[in-house]
C-alpha cells in the first residue's frame, strides 16, 4: 500500500460519533482506523446476492441487526488471539475472496470482462 494518504471528511450524527469512538477504543483502534476498516467491511457487505444490481445500503445509516464487522472479528477471535495484522488479514482475506467471486460471476454474465490492454477489468458495452 502506498503512503500517499489523503484526507477525506465527513458530518454525522453525535450519538453515531460518540458510538463509533466507542467501539473504535473497544479495539484498540484511532477513530481513523475504525471508520477505514468499517467502511472496507460495508463495501464488502454490499453482494449480488441473487440479482444483478447491488443491494443498496440504509441511507440512515443504522444497522439493527449489528455491525457487519463486529461479527466478522467476533468470529476470527473465536479461536485464538490475533494480532492486529493478523485479524486484517483475515478480515481483508474474506473481502478477496468475495470480490474473487464477483468478479467471475460478473464476467459469467457478460457484465465485465478482463482486458490486458487497458491494464483491467472494464465493464462490457451494452
Same mark, same amino acid.
Given at each position: ?28 483502534? $484511532? ?5 477505514? %476498516? ?6 464488502? +457487505? ?19 441487526? +449489528?455491525?457487519?464487522?463486529? %461479527? ?5 477471535? $473465536?479461536?485464538?488471539?490475533? $494480532? ?17 467471486? %464477483? ?12 482486458? +490486458?490492454?487497458?491494464?483491467?477489468? %472494464?465493464?462490457?458495452?451494452?
Amino acid at each position: 500500500m502506498s503512503d500517499d494518504r489523503r484526507s477525506v471528511k465527513t458530518y454525522v450524527p453525535a450519538e453515531q460519533k460518540d458510538r463509533w469512538q466507542g467501539h473504535a477504543d473497544e479495539l484498540g483502534m $484511532s477513530q481513523s482506523e475504525f471508520v477505514r %476498516t468499517m467502511v472496507q467491511a460495508g463495501r464488502r +457487505g454490499f453482494s449480488i446476492g441473487g440479482s444483478e444490481k447491488a443491494a443498496e445500503p440504509d441511507p440512515s445509516g443504522s444497522d439493527p441487526e +449489528g455491525n457487519d464487522l463486529e %461479527t466478522r472479528v467476533e468470529a476470527a477471535l $473465536s479461536e485464538e488471539p490475533l $494480532s492486529w495484522e493478523e485479524l486484517v488479514e483475515a478480515v481483508v482475506g474474506d473481502f478477496e475472496d468475495q470480490l474473487e467471486e %464477483t468478479l467471475d460471476a460478473l464476467q459469467d454474465h457478460n457484465r465485465i470482462r478482463y482486458n +490486458g490492454r487497458k491494464g483491467g477489468y %472494464t465493464l462490457v458495452d451494452e
